[in-house]
């Protein structure tokens, strides 16, 4: 029996959780060290055994079961390709583990972000309208069209020429003409 099965079957007895805690904690440990030499059946082990804590920080996070089985499946071979960079003096395995597959989630996040708003399907409210309009409303728009323009006719060229300034080309001016009388000031 070596020293990884050693710890994992002392995690199963009984004991103060805290043992339980440093026992899994040192066939974690292994099992990166023989990563870091590519045993794969340490990736295994390590998969098996830590997997469910990988598994519960993605879903958490992204709160979709195949998106976190995919941040899952790429935490662990992140954890292949750096097992020789882990650093025990930096903090423990299972932190090092979250610490992967939070990076993952939010690697994960950022793209379905990106992807939704690239993939985002038009809103049945923006399709374009048929703004013209009906033959009735055209023709009350163009008797009304009419009415104005007689109206504006039977104006003094000054007169017509400020309304058209004011109501086309948006110009108003605070001294009206005296002319217009009390009932054209505003």
């Known amino acids: 029996m070596n020293e990884s099965e050693a710890a994992s079957r002392s995690v199963s007895g009984s004991g103060?959780?805290?043992?339980?805690r440093a026992a899994r904690e040192a066939v974690w440990k292994e099992c990166v060290?023989?990563?870091a030499v590519e045993e794969t059946a340490a990736l295994a082990q390590l998969y098996d055994e830590s997997s469910a804590v990988v598994y519960a920080v993605a879903i958490r996070m992204l709160g979709n079961e195949a998106d976190a089985e995919e941040v899952t499946l790429?935490?662990?071979?992140q954890i292949w390709r750096t097992a020789s960079g882990y650093?025990?003096?930096?903090?423990?395995?299972s932190a090092w583990l979250v610490t992967i597959a939070r990076s993952r989630a939010i690697d994960r996040l950022r793209t379905r972000t990106a992807r939704t708003h690239r993939e985002d399907p038009l809103d049945s409210g923006a399709?374009?309208?048929d703004t013209s309009a009906d033959?009735?409303?055209s023709s009350i728009l163009s008797q009304r069209r009419r009415q104005v323009l007689a109206a504006?006719?039977?104006l003094p060229a000054e007169q017509r020429r400020a309304l058209e300034l004011a109501y086309f080309a948006g110009c108003r001016t605070a001294s009206w003409p005296s002319a217009w009388g009390s009932r054209?000031?505003?």
Request: glycine share 4%; aromatic share 6%.
């Open 16 to 20: 103060d959780h805290s043992d339980v």
């Open 33 to 35: 060290r023989r990563c």
């Open 74 to 77: 790429d935490t662990y071979t």
């Open 87 to 93: 650093d025990p003096e930096r903090g423990s395995v």
């Open 127 to 129: 399709e374009p309208r």
């Open 135 to 137: 033959p009735e409303e």
């Open 152 to 154: 504006l006719e039977q």
């Open 184 to 186: 054209w000031a505003r």
